[in-house]
């Protein structure tokens, strides 16, 4: 017999063998291994959902593991952040919300993440097990098991602590900030926030992550730029029970859309498996008008917040509960301080928190929701600490509190005032999102009839010219955000009842003619839609742009030394200016969608006509002249005893992100704010997605401005005021005007009849310099104008390394 062949023979006796080896040694691991109780004996144990112990002398902590795999909700949190708007790692901040279990295998104990995007709502077994089989599960860590008992196993949970579940640092990288990892070494527990409850466990890390090559939103907050210690959260909690009816999705009720792909649905339904998600909310007794809910919804108020920010937080939450008054629940929204003894990443908490950064920024509200049914265990909202002084800026430019003959008190009393209301609509505005109600950015053009748009001040003028800040903000529900409430958790009878139910309450939505357009729609510059926007106001929006434009002419003129309290640097001006300055650019970003504007809703079949069509063409030139108001000289030049305020920065003043850019190095540049304005504008004109539906439009319609018409509106008022005027401005804007101009012929998403177009009105621009260039007032710059339209004509890139600037950030306000 040959030796191959005699080793074929036996290799099935050598894996006997091996598979013998194997499990006798588990047994002899098993057999030698500590009981869970002899192994814990001088341990400090938390009992509750899942059973830990923490070693003080070790600095460990071990969890008891059943052998039998449960689902539950892994929820990740950042309760200590970094402190950086820009780097968008908060105090508070909620992480993934995963289905995840627990697996044991022999010595090991495996977490993995379930994947519920694709499932199968079948009593088949065996098909539910094909679509699990079909899509891969994540492992997140693997553990070591300690000690067993027969019906569990400890496994040392540490060192998941110290992972980087957050995602720490592939956000820093991602944003150029450095190249940073946990430094277990400088890592520790962090027992006082480690808890276990009935349907619960909390537990809690202080984790420094170590690196190199960090960015200056990394240096600006961290007191050593090489170490960043932060606090990692897990909580793991317990399946809700399946008393909770999930409520269907649609597409105008204004809320989150969650769900998965079902595998088993019949052939001729949709896969989607659409939900909302909701507070789980119950009536004591479901046949009266006005009843107390089974269980209230409860929120608790970080009680780290001063007043009088505290009681404006507190009211617009408190607004919540009249919405739910009008659904027939008594005391359903309840709002209160925190207690001393809770942690507010508790999953048992639903928390609004109060922000700290180093600039101010945005806010928001998250919920950690049962990822099958969208039931939502815990709301959290993150308020931002700095944008309330933000509102008190904009208002002390516009009041004006100092001058003499004014009642500065009262004013600065009006200051507050318009500023804690902000407050109290963004408190209602977070939570909403916390209930899982969406944005509504259509909301401000129907007289703000929701918190879940983002409101710009409403700045009054009287006739005789007085600015009033007095309806700066509404205040209570909107009646949208009563729709919204009545959809998400009205209580029915029964299914068929609660289909009817919803049904009857999106008719009503449509004949009342409330509008819903959310993000996706309302946040780019290219959007089209004619009252979907952010930090707007008016039911027209060019009408309004209009109005803005005088209001800031008024400003502009008085604005000065009265703006600035006594004692203050008086480069502090700058500040102030700013938003003054600016006061039109959010309404700019309004007024440009009506060009090339659709009107259009989501729309369902059987659910009403489509009613789909452009922006009116009266309407569309209207927009177009208002903004075309804003690249002229008149509008762009600063009142002469604004340029002498202007001055160069103190010592110890400091540069920041809230200034204009100068061309002039430490002296203000009035010419160069003229130019952040004015490239604002353009860009918003010369948008290639409205200069492509533009040329669809005016196909149909030629009333409605083609791209040419467009683009020869704008060299008119940009180039022709050059044959006057050789002022900088004029000359700066003219300049811009082509160099957009050009830069949008040859963008990738500009269609190539819209280029056709823009082309030729390029050629006509630099034939109309070279006419006019012997009668200009400053010949030299038109033909340096024209020099470079022609070197781009022929050579397809323009001849200056120019990049205009960008005007200081607007949002959030």
């Given at each position: 017999m040959s030796s191959r062949l005699l080793l074929h023979k036996m290799w099935p006796l050598q894996w006997l063998l091996y598979g013998c080896f194997f499990w006798l040694t588990i047994a002899s691991v098993h057999a030698s291994m500590s009981s869970i109780s002899a192994f814990t004996q001088d341990m400090e144990q938390q009992q509750g959902y899942y059973d830990f112990f923490y070693d003080p002398s070790q600095d460990k902590v071990f969890l008891q593991v059943p052998l039998e795999p449960s689902p539950?909700?892994?929820?990740?949190?950042?309760?200590?952040?970094?402190?950086?708007?820009?780097?968008?790692?908060?105090?508070?901040?909620?992480?993934?919300?995963?289905?995840?279990?627990?697996?044991?295998?022999?010595?090991?104990?495996?977490?993995?993440?379930?994947n519920t995007r694709y499932l199968a709502l079948t009593d088949n077994e065996a098909e539910r097990k094909s679509v699990q089989e079909a899509f891969a599960e994540s492992v997140l860590f693997g553990f070591d098991v300690v000690a067993r008992d027969q019906q569990a196993v400890l496994i040392d949970y540490t060192p998941f602590l110290y992972t980087d579940i957050h995602q720490i640092q592939a956000r820093l990288k991602q944003l150029n900030e450095g190249d940073f990892k946990p430094d277990v070494s400088r890592?520790?527990?962090?027992?006082?926030?480690?808890?276990?409850?009935?349907?619960?466990?909390?537990?809690?890390?202080?984790?420094?992550?170590?690196?190199?090559?960090?960015?200056?939103?990394?240096?600006?907050?961290?007191?050593?730029?090489?170490?960043?210690?932060?606090?990692?959260?897990?909580?793991?909690?317990?399946?809700?029970?399946?008393?909770?009816?999930?409520?269907?999705?649609?597409?105008?009720?204004?809320?989150?859309?969650?769900?998965?792909?079902?595998?088993?649905?019949?052939?001729?339904?949709?896969?989607?498996?659409?939900?909302?998600?909701?507070?789980?909310?119950?009536?004591?007794?479901?046949?009266?008008?006005?009843?107390?809910?089974?269980?209230?919804?409860?929120?608790?108020?970080?009680?780290?917040?001063?007043?009088?920010?505290?009681?404006?937080?507190?009211?617009?939450?408190?607004?919540?509960?009249?919405?739910?008054?009008?659904?027939?629940?008594?005391?359903?929204?309840?709002v209160k301080d925190l207690p001393a003894d809770a942690d507010p990443m508790d999953v048992r908490y639903n928390i609004i928190q109060w922000v700290h950064r180093a600039t101010r920024g945005w806010s928001y509200g998250y919920s950690v929701a049962d990822p099958r049914t969208g039931e939502i265990l815990k709301?959290?909202?993150?308020?931002?600490?700095?944008?309330?002084?933000?509102?008190?800026?904009?208002?002390?430019?516009?009041?004006?509190?100092?001058?003499?003959?004014?009642?500065?008190?009262?004013?600065?009393?009006?200051?507050?005032?318009?500023?804690?209301?902000?407050?109290?609509?963004?408190?209602?505005?977070?939570?909403?999102?916390?209930?899982?109600?969406?944005?509504?950015?259509?909301?401000?053009?129907?007289?703000?009839?929701?918190?879940?748009?983002?409101?710009?001040?409403?700045?009054?003028?009287?006739?005789?010219?007085?600015?009033?800040?007095?309806?700066?903000?509404?205040?209570?529900?909107?009646?949208?955000?009563?729709?919204?409430?009545?959809?998400?958790?009205?209580?029915?009878?029964?299914?068929?009842?609660?289909?009817?139910?919803?049904?009857?309450?999106?008719?009503?939505?449509?004949?009342?003619?409330?509008?819903?357009?959310?993000?996706?729609?309302?946040?780019?510059?290219?959007?089209?839609?004619?009252?979907?926007?952010?930090?707007?106001?008016?039911?027209?929006?060019?009408?309004?742009?209009?109005?803005?434009?005088?209001?800031?002419?008024?400003?502009?003129?008085?604005f000065g030394l009265n703006n600035l309290a006594d004692g203050q640097p008086l480069d502090q001006l700058e500040h102030l200016l700013v938003p003054m300055y600016l006061l039109h650019r959010f309404q700019a970003e309004a007024a440009v969608k009506l060009i090339g504007g659709m009107h259009y809703r989501y729309y369902v079949k059987g659910e009403g006509d489509s009613n789909y069509r452009p922006v009116e063409a009266s309407r569309q030139n209207a927009a177009l002249s208002a903004l075309l108001q804003t690249l002229n000289t008149d509008f762009l030049q600063l009142p002469a005893q604004v340029q002498q305020l202007l001055v160069p920065k103190a010592y110890g003043s400091a540069n920041s992100r809230e200034d204009f850019q100068s061309r002039m190095g430490l002296i203000q540049d009035p010419i160069t704010m003229a130019e952040a304005s004015a490239q604002h504008s353009l860009q918003l004109i010369l948008h290639p997605e409205r200069l492509n539906r533009l040329r669809w439009q005016h196909q149909q319609d030629n009333v409605i401005p083609s791209p040419r018409i467009l683009a020869a509106k704008l060299s008119e008022s940009t180039l022709h005021p050059l044959r006057s005027q050789d002022d900088a401005i004029s000359q700066r804007v003219a300049y811009l005007a082509l160099l957009q101009l050009a830069m949008v012929s040859r963008d990738s998403n500009t269609a190539p009849e819209v280029r056709a177009q823009l082309e030729a009105q390029l050629q006509e621009n630099a034939a109309w310099l070279q006419r006019h260039s012997r009668r200009a007032t400053d010949s030299d710059y038109f033909s340096y104008l024209n020099k470079r339209i022609e070197h781009f004509l022929t050579q397809g890139e323009w001849l200056d390394d120019f990049t205009p600037v960008q005007m200081p950030p607007g949002s959030p306000i």
């Open positions: 539950f909700i892994f929820q990740s949190s950042l309760p200590r952040g970094i402190g950086s708007n820009d780097l968008g790692l908060d105090r508070g901040q909620l992480g993934k919300t995963r289905l995840a279990e627990f697996r044991v295998h022999g010595p090991r104990v495996l977490l993995t993440e379930k890592s520790a527990l962090w027992p006082d926030r480690m808890k276990s409850f009935p349907r619960n466990t909390e537990l809690e890390a202080r984790v420094t992550f170590v690196g190199s090559g960090a960015g200056q939103y990394v240096r600006s907050v961290t007191p050593e730029p090489t170490a960043i210690t932060v606090h990692l959260h897990h909580s793991l909690i317990q399946l809700p029970d399946d008393e909770y009816q999930p409520r269907a999705f649609h597409p105008n009720s204004g809320y989150y859309a969650n769900g998965f792909q079902n595998y088993a649905a019949p052939l001729q339904s949709s896969m989607a498996h659409r939900f909302i998600n909701r507070h789980r909310l119950e009536k004591k007794d479901p046949t009266a008008e006005l009843s107390e809910p089974v269980q209230p919804i409860v929120y608790y108020l970080d009680p780290g917040v001063p007043e009088p920010v505290r009681t404006a937080l507190l009211d617009g939450a408190r607004w919540w509960n009249d919405a739910f008054t009008a659904i027939g629940y008594k005391d359903a929204f309840i709301g959290h909202v993150s308020l931002g600490s700095l944008r309330v002084r933000q509102d008190m800026l904009i208002a002390q430019g516009l009041l004006a509190p100092f001058a003499d003959g004014k009642d500065s008190t009262r004013l600065l009393a009006d200051i507050e005032t318009m500023a804690l209301n902000r407050i109290r609509q963004l408190s209602a505005h977070e939570i909403g999102h916390t209930l899982g109600i969406a944005h509504n950015f259509a909301a401000n053009a129907q007289n703000r009839t929701s918190v879940m748009d983002y409101p710009h001040p409403l700045v009054s003028m009287n006739d005789e010219g007085e600015i009033h800040l007095n309806q700066a903000y509404s205040s209570g529900m909107g009646s949208w955000d009563k729709f919204a409430v009545a959809y998400g958790y009205s209580e029915f009878a029964s299914k068929e009842q609660e289909q009817a139910g919803l049904t009857a309450l999106l008719q009503q939505a449509r004949q009342q003619n409330y509008d819903f357009i959310s993000d996706r729609d309302a946040r780019p510059i290219g959007g089209a839609h004619p009252t979907a926007h952010l930090w707007d106001n008016g039911a027209d929006a060019e009408v309004e742009l209009q109005r803005l434009i005088t209001v800031r002419q008024k400003v502009l003129a008085e």
